[in-house]
């Protein structure tokens, strides 16, 4: 079936680079994605939305790139803090409301 | 605070037993959606409201699991005689008609013992 993937479960970054994060959906007629953050024990926190009409959008030091081509989505963050450690979560809409998530992409800042 | 709550935020209980959760959406959407999450995976849809309607049910819901929104505002959602499997984080989430943009609340994790 139709799903949303990830590339990679892990990614360490030092402290004020920038980091990327990626990932791929096989759904050609997505045209609604969403990024989310999850800190332990928490749940999942709205980041940064893309309809399938843009190629780019961007919010506060966070962009989202959307390649329809290819199918592919990434999360751009800007100058990486320590606070932005978290489990990054790509989700797509299937249907008329239902969020398709990935498997999430652990952010480790190191000092 | 204005976001989604859920209540409780963990509860441990014995197999066979059964439990019920509640969610309480930001106040003007009038959609609201259950997911569950097992660990290291992203949530699972599990069914979603649109008022007090129930639109949508994945077959994850078995017969053991349902939910209610009587009033069209807060949501319950029960699993009878649990088991398990059923250990995960349960997820509310609630967004505003016209937008597909939903808030999550923190969760109540499940134990099952």
């Known amino acids: 079936g139709e799903s949303v993937g990830l590339h990679l479960p892990t990614l360490s970054v030092q402290e004020g680079d920038n980091s990327i994060i990626n990932c791929a959906y096989s759904?050609?007629?997505?045209?609604?994605f969403i990024w989310y953050k999850q800190e332990s024990g928490k749940g999942p926190q709205f980041i940064i939305d893309?309809?399938?009409?843009?190629d780019k959008r961007q919010g506060q030091r966070v962009t989202v790139l959307l390649n329809k081509t290819v199918k592919h989505l990434s999360l751009q963050i800007a100058a990486t803090q320590p606070g932005d450690s978290a489990v990054y979560f790509c989700?797509?809409?299937?249907?008329?409301?239902?969020?398709?998530f990935g498997q999430g992409t652990r952010l480790t800042i190191n000092p | 605070d204005t976001g989604v709550s859920q209540n409780p935020r963990h509860k441990i209980t014995k197999r066979g037993q059964n439990v019920t959760f509640r969610c309480d959406p930001i106040?003007?959407?009038?959609?609201l959606y259950w997911y569950r999450q097992t660990l290291g995976q992203g949530p699972e849809f599990l069914t979603y409201?649109?008022?007090?309607?129930?639109?949508?049910k994945s077959r994850l819901l078995s017969d053991r699991f349902s939910a209610e929104r009587p009033k069209g505002s807060f949501s319950t959602l029960e699993i009878q005689r649990t088991e398990q499997g059923d250990s995960a984080m349960y997820l509310c989430?609630?967004?505003?008609?016209?937008?597909?943009?939903?808030?999550f609340g923190q969760g109540t994790r499940l134990t099952v013992v």
């Open positions: 989430a609630s967004s505003l008609d016209g937008t597909s943009r939903a808030f």
């Open positions: 409201f649109q008022n007090e309607a129930q639109l949508e």
């Open positions: 759904n050609s007629a997505s045209d609604y």
């Open positions: 989700a797509e809409l299937q249907g008329a409301q239902k969020l398709v």
């Open positions: 893309i309809r399938s009409n843009m």
């Open positions: 106040s003007e959407h009038n959609r």
